[in-house]
């Protein structure tokens, strides 16, 4: 099975930068995502790394490093719109897609 | 509009009672979840699909029974219905395994 871990909370100031940190323990990998998910909404999809290395996409940059069975999301020039949980996922080889219990940002003024 | 609908919305339901959370989607998505999201607890897999016809367990299955007939639609059944099970229950769906999944807008259940 997974073990996923990730921070419970953090808070940050608009404008700076926050790095979520999560590391997993699984059977076997398939590849580790990054889902943001607003108070009372879905979660919507943010990142997929399956190799090791930097994703970016904007504001927002996954590294994966699968030796080390450790992910962290970063994002940068934070706005007040990114206050949300932030949710690590990791995939196993038995294509199980499993949830870490995710990191609420708050960002204040 | 191309996408993933569960009903009901909310529901709540006296213990004992059957019940079947509705989840279709249209985009010919061949893996599909169930999740109950619990406040502390994040998101936990009950059942998942990775095509029509085959189904598997995920972290907490007992208490909950899936069928997937057809590519669109997998439904989750609680067959008695405990108040252990309120809780907010998302479905998703993605074209592969190992592809980004969508989630439908979520059903609030309570049991009381």
């Known amino acids: 099975g997974q073990n996923i871990d990730q921070p419970t909370e953090m808070t940050a100031t608009e404008g700076a930068i926050v790095q979520i940190n999560c590391t997993y323990q699984?059977?076997?990998?398939?590849?580790l995502f990054w889902y943001q998910q607003h108070a009372g909404e879905a979660p919507t999809f943010l990142s997929y790394?399956?190799?090791?290395g930097l994703e970016e996409k904007g504001r927002f940059s996954s590294f994966l490093s699968r030796s080390k069975g450790y992910s962290y999301l970063l994002l940068k020039e934070l706005q007040m719109k990114d206050s949300a949980s932030y949710l690590c996922?990791?995939?196993?080889?038995?294509?199980?897609?499993?949830f870490g219990a995710g990191t609420t940002v708050t960002v204040r003024a | 509009i191309a996408g993933i609908t569960q009903a009901p919305t909310s529901q709540i339901l006296a213990a004992g009672r059957r019940m079947t959370l509705r989840c279709t989607q249209d985009?010919?998505?061949?893996?599909m979840y169930w999740y109950r999201q619990d406040l502390g607890l994040g998101l936990r897999l009950i059942h998942y699909?990775?095509?029509?016809?085959?189904?598997g367990k995920g972290e907490v299955p007992d208490g909950y029974s899936v069928s997937r007939a057809n590519t669109d639609d997998f439904p989750l059944t609680l067959a008695s219905a405990v108040p252990s099970q309120t809780s907010v229950y998302f479905c998703?769906?993605?074209?592969?395994?190992?592809?980004?999944?969508?989630f439908g807008q979520g059903t609030r259940l309570t049991v009381v």
């Open positions: 998703a769906s993605s074209p592969t395994e190992n592809t980004e999944a969508f």
């Open positions: 699984t059977s076997g990998f398939n590849g």
């Open positions: 790394n399956v190799l090791d």
């Open positions: 996922a990791v995939l196993s080889n038995d294509y199980k897609l499993s």
């Open positions: 985009m010919r998505h061949n893996a």
């Open positions: 699909s990775n095509t029509a016809g085959t189904t």
